[in-house]
């Protein structure tokens, strides 16, 4: 059985608000508050998985706009 990759749009979805220093990563439409999903991960509010990558093979497959080394090595990722 496979999972559904369609987004469903949620009609009470309120975004959480963000505070003073958090850190934003804005992608098209989106804007994604890494602080608070850091946080949620931290209190086991969200399943994560996590995947050892190869930095240097992913960048010569990925488009990345302006996310540089730099920074996935810095969030961890």
């Known amino acids: 059985m496979s ?3 369609e987004l469903k749009m949620d009609k009470n979805y309120k975004p959480l608000p963000a505070n003073e220093g958090d850190e934003i990563y804005a ?3 989106f ?3 890494i ?3 850091l ?7 969200i399943n994560t998985e996590k995947e050892l990558i190869n930095i240097s093979e992913w ?3 990925h488009i ?3 996310l540089g080394k730099n920074r ?3 969030l961890g990722i």
């Not at 946080?39 to 509010?45: F, V």
């Open 3 to 5: 999972k559904s990759r």
């Open 72 to 74: 996935i090595y810095s």
């Open 64 to 66: 990345r706009g302006s």
């Open 31 to 33: 804007n994604f508050n």
């Open 35 to 37: 602080s608070r999903i």
């Open 39 to 45: 946080e949620h991960i931290a209190a086991g509010k």
């Open 59 to 61: 960048f010569k497959t």
């Open 27 to 29: 992608n098209g439409i």
